[in-house]
């Protein structure tokens, strides 16, 4: 049988390609790049033979924000570059959003490829710039956001027997669970394949993450009741755990 792409390809032979695309992107961009680096798999040195290619590739700030990205296949290998200005970078480096543990790895150990003023140093100085009250503000976004509605929805989805959403729920659960987690102990992730079994490495994780965690990993998702009972045990271990960090779910009945 014929394997159409990706195929099979090196480590050294996807550096070679990362390399081919900065001299690419030095023809393009000239005199506006700052840096080019590589992030994902290939910067931690943990690609296999179907990784993907991930880089950003960051110019001087001018009158107009650039932001945009080359996502494309070559048909054996996949790729995307982030262009962006280095205001951009800077900016979402510091700020902490809900899958703040999976989306910025790359800000803290980029593989450079071209960095002549040291702008990676600048960028992990804003990454670590957060403080407390940021991580604070977006765990009860994702508590409010994602978990109050997913349990909402997983209780109309018992009330009205739609049991083929509840394993999708379940899994939700144990995604933005992580993310939790994640941001309360101010931890990343090293890859979205990872997420689930370096959570529960973490310490002071809610009562009954672990059971719906291991219920997504085991793929034991067929059994409606247990998912009910394992996702509002976990529900009910949020609301403690908010309580006992000092998070927020709730707030006055209208506050505004």
Same mark, same amino acid.
């Given at each position: 049988?014929?394997?159409?792409?990706?195929?099979e390809i090196?480590?050294?032979?996807?550096?070679?390609?990362?390399?081919?695309?900065?001299?690419?992107?030095?023809?393009v961009?000239?005199?506006?790049?700052?840096?080019?680096?590589?992030?994902?798999?290939?910067s931690?040195g943990?690609?296999?033979?179907?990784?993907?290619?991930?880089?950003?590739?960051?110019?001087?700030?001018?009158?107009?924000?650039?932001?945009?990205s080359?996502?494309?296949?070559s048909?054996?290998? &996949?790729?995307?570059?982030n262009?962006? @200005?280095? /205001?951009? $970078?800077l900016?979402d480096? *510091?700020?902490? %959003?809900?899958?703040?543990?999976?989306?910025?790895?790359?800000?803290?150990?980029p593989?450079?490829?071209?960095?002549?003023?040291?702008?990676?140093? &600048?960028?992990?100085?804003?990454?670590? @710039?957060? /403080?407390? $009250?940021?991580?604070s503000? *977006?765990?009860? %976004?994702v508590?409010?956001?994602?978990?109050?509605?997913?349990?909402?929805?997983?209780?109309n989805?018992?009330?009205?027997?739609?049991?083929?959403?509840?394993?999708?729920?379940?899994?939700?659960f144990?995604?933005?669970?992580?993310?939790?987690?994640?941001?309360?102990?101010?931890?990343?992730?090293?890859?979205?394949?990872?997420?689930?079994?370096?959570?529960?490495e973490?310490p002071?994780?809610?009562?009954?993450?672990?059971?719906?965690a291991?219920?997504?990993?085991?793929?034991?998702l067929?059994?409606?009741?247990r998912?009910?009972?394992?996702?509002?045990?976990f529900?009910?271990?949020?609301?403690?755990?908010?309580?006992?960090?000092?998070y927020k779910?709730?707030?006055?009945?209208?506050?505004?």
């Amino acid at each position: 049988m014929t394997m159409n792409g990706p195929f099979e390809i090196s480590r050294q032979e996807r550096l070679e390609i990362c390399y081919e695309l900065a001299d690419r992107l030095r023809e393009v961009y000239n005199k506006q790049i700052i840096a080019i680096g590589v992030y994902g798999s290939v910067s931690r040195g943990t690609d296999g033979p179907y990784s993907d290619i991930e880089m950003f590739c960051v110019l001087k700030d001018a009158d107009e924000e650039v932001d945009f990205s080359y996502e494309w296949s070559s048909g054996p290998w &996949k790729a995307e570059v982030n262009v962006r @200005s280095a /205001s951009v $970078v800077l900016n979402d480096a *510091a700020a902490v %959003e809900g899958d703040w543990p999976l989306t910025h790895g790359p800000f803290f150990s980029p593989l450079s490829l071209y960095d002549p003023d040291g702008f990676f140093s &600048k960028l992990k100085e804003a990454a670590q @710039s957060p /403080s407390s $009250v940021d991580f604070s503000n *977006a765990i009860n %976004e994702v508590l409010v956001g994602e978990m109050y509605e997913f349990i909402g929805k997983l209780r109309n989805a018992n009330r009205t027997g739609t049991q083929s959403y509840l394993p999708y729920l379940a899994m939700q659960f144990a995604k933005y669970g992580a993310m939790l987690i994640g941001l309360h102990n101010r931890k990343l992730y090293s890859t979205g394949a990872r997420v689930l079994p370096e959570s529960l490495e973490l310490p002071e994780r809610p009562d009954g993450y672990d059971a719906v965690a291991n219920m997504v990993m085991s793929g034991q998702l067929s059994e409606p009741d247990r998912i009910i009972d394992a996702c509002e045990q976990f529900w009910n271990g949020l609301v403690s755990w908010t309580a006992e960090y000092g998070y927020k779910i709730h707030s006055e009945r209208i506050p505004f």
